[in-house]
Each structure stands twice: as structure tokens, then as C-alpha cells.
Nanobody, 114 residues
Framework: QVQLVESGGGLVQTGGSLRLSCVSSDPIINNDAMAWFRQTPGKERERIADITRTGRTDYEDPVKGRFVISRDTAKRAVYLQMNDLKPEDTAVYFC????????WGQGTQVTVSS
């Protein structure tokens, strides 16, 4: 069973940066379009960025121009570089296939202070 482990979250001030990592236990994710999602209490998990097998990327409007998704197939990893962070980016961040069919990891908490 695929296990996804997210890391890299933390507390940062407005305007700061963080780089999130997601490592898979199984290289099968290299065959998938992968995505980063985030969730805040009381709200549904939302997809914010995705990357195809060939590296084409797409972003939702709230993060476009500030976040960059990338992947390293040799490391079975997906990354999210987050720049110019805002308080509204505070959330738990998860990675998964775009369709979300792998078991969800524990996520990594990102808190942006104003």
C-alpha cells in the first residue's frame, strides 16, 4: 500500500517562504499526475497545485504566481515551494494523486502569522 509522508511545514511570518516535501513509499506515483491539497478546519480539502508525469503544472488562483510544484521521480517525491506566504495560506497540506485515490498521509501544518 502506498504511504505518502508530508513534511516541511511550520510557523512563518507573512511574506516568508517554506518548501514542503512529500515522499512516497512506492515508486508507482511516478506514473501519476500528483497534486498538493490543503485543508482548514470546517472546510473541504482543496486542490491547489498539480503536476503531470511529464512535468506540466497547473495552479489554482489563490496560489498562482507564489507557489511552485515540482517532482523528483528518482526520490519518489513531490515538492511545493511556497513564497510570499499569507495568513490565508494557513492550513494542513497534503499530497496525493490528482484524483486522491491513495491513502491520505498525516499532512504537514503550515501557519502564517500576520
Amino acid at each position: 500500500q502506498v504511504q505518502l509522508v508530508e513534511s516541511g511545514g511550520g510557523l512563518v511570518q507573512t511574506g516568508g517562504s517554506l518548501r514542503l516535501s512529500c515522499v512516497s513509499s512506492d515508486p508507482i506515483i511516478n506514473n501519476d499526475a500528483m497534486a498538493w491539497f490543503r485543508q482548514t478546519p470546517g472546510k473541504e480539502r482543496e486542490r491547489i497545485a498539480d503536476i503531470t508525469r511529464t512535468g506540466r503544472t497547473d495552479y489554482e488562483d489563490p496560489v498562482k504566481g507564489r507557489f511552485v510544484i515540482s517532482r523528483d521521480t528518482a526520490k519518489r517525491a513531490v515538492y511545493l515551494q511556497m513564497n510570499d506566504l499569507k495568513p490565508e495560506d494557513t492550513a494542513v497540506y497534503f499530497c496525493n494523486a490528482v484524483l486522491g485515490y491513495y491513502p491520505w498521509g498525516q499532512g504537514t501544518q503550515v501557519t502564517v502569522s500576520s
